[in-house]
């Protein structure tokens, strides 16, 4: 509700596209806030969607995260270095540097 008191102290309209809103009037600060709830909820729902879907995969073993940079996973599903000479290096180093 910050942001919707900034704009009315500004003067400043919020439009989208279906419509242009004055948050100085009554009726349109109550749609915009409306908008902002739903939109609101309708983020927490599409969250949670999301989750339950990475943990039906994890329950179907189906769930593969990609490879760290510079890592495959190779025709058995088990992490292995890139071919790439220069990648090797190149992880090589990183790993040698911390030491």
Same mark, same amino acid.
């Given at each position: 509700?910050?942001?919707?008191?900034?704009?009315?102290?500004?003067? %400043?309209? !919020? &439009?989208? %596209?279906? &419509?242009?809103?004055?948050?100085? @009037?009554?009726?349109?600060?109550?749609?915009?806030?409306?908008? &902002? %709830?739903? $939109?609101?909820?309708?983020?927490?729902? !599409? *969250?949670? /969607?999301?989750?339950? &879907?990475? /943990?039906? *995969?994890?329950?179907? #073993?189906?769930?593969? #995260? @990609?490879?760290?940079?510079?890592?495959?996973?190779? $025709?058995?599903?088990? !992490?292995?270095?890139?071919?790439?000479? @220069?990648? @090797?290096?190149?992880?090589?180093?990183?790993?040698?540097?911390?030491?």
């Amino acid at each position: 509700m910050v942001l919707l008191e900034i704009c009315d102290l500004f003067h %400043t309209l !919020i &439009g989208d %596209t279906e &419509g242009i809103y004055d948050p100085g @009037q009554y009726n349109d600060r109550l749609l915009l806030g409306l908008k &902002g %709830t739903m $939109s609101e909820a309708e983020l927490h729902l !599409i *969250k949670q /969607r999301m989750l339950e &879907g990475k /943990r039906s *995969k994890a329950c179907r #073993r189906d769930f593969w #995260r @990609q490879a760290p940079m510079g890592y495959w996973y190779d $025709s058995s599903g088990t !992490i292995v270095k890139a071919p790439d000479e @220069q990648v @090797q290096q190149s992880i090589r180093l990183a790993f040698d540097s911390f030491e």
